[in-house]
């Protein structure tokens, strides 16, 4: 039995992104009916900024917290449990000014805690979210290869930063392109999760 954690990040009902994602999870459970899963949905309910009280409370130590820090952290632990209880980590991010939604950039803000899935070494930092299997699943207007690409690298580097190094792509890209460019990329992106369930022994 494994345990799905999917994070969507459009702000829309129905988003393209968030489609893909659902498609992605739906196969994989027709597959693997024991597993269990936990959606959130960032887009749509948004978690607050960082701001500098809710930043003195996660460098505050547990014992030291006062009762508004400690009020100010359990969101961000439960998040971050969250994360810790899943095997797989399955995120639909759609394509908002050239990168992540910023709803999905505070998810991030609230699970990457010194101590807690990253740490500092002599060698540098280490990510502590391990052993787990990300499946990424992007939307875009347009296209962007290479370097015009912000949100893969970005999510990489991020990701990897927690120690998730296990991670695949999908992406849907010319959604808002016409001649028929974003049904083929839509078709495309929808055949490649089930090549994604079926790669996974499902
Ligand atoms: C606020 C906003 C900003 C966007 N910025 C871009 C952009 O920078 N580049 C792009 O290719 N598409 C952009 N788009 C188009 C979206 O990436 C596209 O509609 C995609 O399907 C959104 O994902 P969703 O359907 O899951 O919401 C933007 C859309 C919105 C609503």
Redesign the pocket.
């Known amino acids: 039995m494994a345990r799905i954690l999917q994070i969507n990040s459009?702000?829309?009902a129905g988003?393209?992104?968030?489609?893909l994602a659902d498609a992605f999870v739906e196969r994989w459970l027709a597959a693997h009916p024991e597993d269990v899963l936990v959606r959130r949905d960032v887009?749509r309910e948004p978690l607050p900024h960082l701001d500098e009280a809710t930043l003195g409370a996660f460098f505050t130590p547990s014992e030291g917290r006062d009762a508004d820090q400690q009020a100010r952290v359990v969101l961000s632990d439960r998040l971050i449990e969250e994360v810790r209880a899943a095997d797989i980590l399955v995120l639909?991010v759609?394509?908002?000014?050239?990168t992540i939604p910023s709803t999905l950039k505070a998810w991030f803000d609230h699970i990457a805690r010194a101590g807690l899935t990253f740490r500092y070494t002599e060698t540098g930092p280490q990510g502590l979210l391990l052993g787990k299997r990300v499946y990424v699943f992007i939307?875009?207007?347009?296209v962007?290869e290479g370097e015009a690409d912000t949100q893969v690298p970005y999510l990489r580097q991020m990701l990897g930063f927690l120690g998730l190094t296990e991670v695949s792509f999908v992406l849907?890209q010319g959604?808002?392109m016409g001649g028929g460019v974003a049904e083929k990329a839509r078709q495309a992106a929808f055949a490649q999760t089930i090549d994604l369930v079926a790669g996974s022994g499902g």
Do not use: D, I, K, V
Request: proline share 4%; aromatic share 14%; hydrophobic share 25%.
């Open positions: 459009s702000a829309r988003g393209e992104s968030s489609r887009g639909g759609p394509m908002y000014n050239f939307a875009r207007g347009g962007y849907a959604l808002g």
